[in-house]
């Protein structure tokens, strides 16, 4: 078995925050999370996975890579996430397991609505989101027609968006600390 620590920080633990860190960049940056980055790095966290435990712990590494990638498909699916963030939290499963995933995404999805709601506060919209949120519950889910339009909801303007792999980060962050 395999240990090597630096202050109770294993080598998996800096190959996950060096992934975070250069994901960050590349989300910041380019909006895009590279599979050219995240693929090699599930190899090697399955790799790493087999050397500090066999197959069993191999297995927990799969089980956090399907857990990930479960957790922001619907939001995926909905178009409010990029493929390429639901590939980084899939990976950070690969490397932590089910457990820590989870964890990571939950802070991660707080931080980021933290940094939604100061960026609709910033430009000024934070009110007519709440309107549109309301207007879409009433009129989709309660099925009772409302007379106000707000154009489509689904369509994003360029700028608006945030690039997710900073909360997903600082969700590793927190969990961390929490851990």
């Not at 630096?6 to 994901?23: E, G, K, Q």
């Not at 479960?70 to 699916?77: E, H, K, R």
């Amino acid at each position: 078995m395999i240990n090597l620590t630096i202050a109770n920080i294993t080598y998996v633990d800096l190959l996950l925050i060096i992934l975070m860190l250069v994901c960050c960049y590349t989300d910041f940056r380019s909006q895009k999370i590279y599979n050219a980055v995240l693929l090699p790095a599930v190899l090697v966290a399955f790799i790493a996975s087999f050397l500090n435990g066999g197959w069993p712990a191999c297995l927990v590494s799969v089980k956090g890579l399907l857990a990930g990638m479960a957790l922001l498909l619907i939001p995926f699916a909905a178009g409010g996430i990029g493929a390429g963030d639901v590939k980084l939290l899939g990976t950070i499963g690969a490397f932590k397991g089910p457990e820590f995933v989870l964890m990571a995404f939950l802070t991660g999805a707080i931080v980021g609505s933290v940094f939604s709601v100061y960026l609709l506060i910033k430009r000024g919209r934070l009110l007519l989101t709440f309107k549109k949120i309301y207007y879409f519950f009433i009129n989709k889910v309660l099925h009772i027609p409302v007379p106000v339009s707000f154009g489509n909801l689904d369509v994003a303007v360029r700028g608006e968006s945030i690039p997710y792999a900073l909360p997903i980060g600082l969700g590793v962050v927190w969990t961390y600390l929490l851990l």
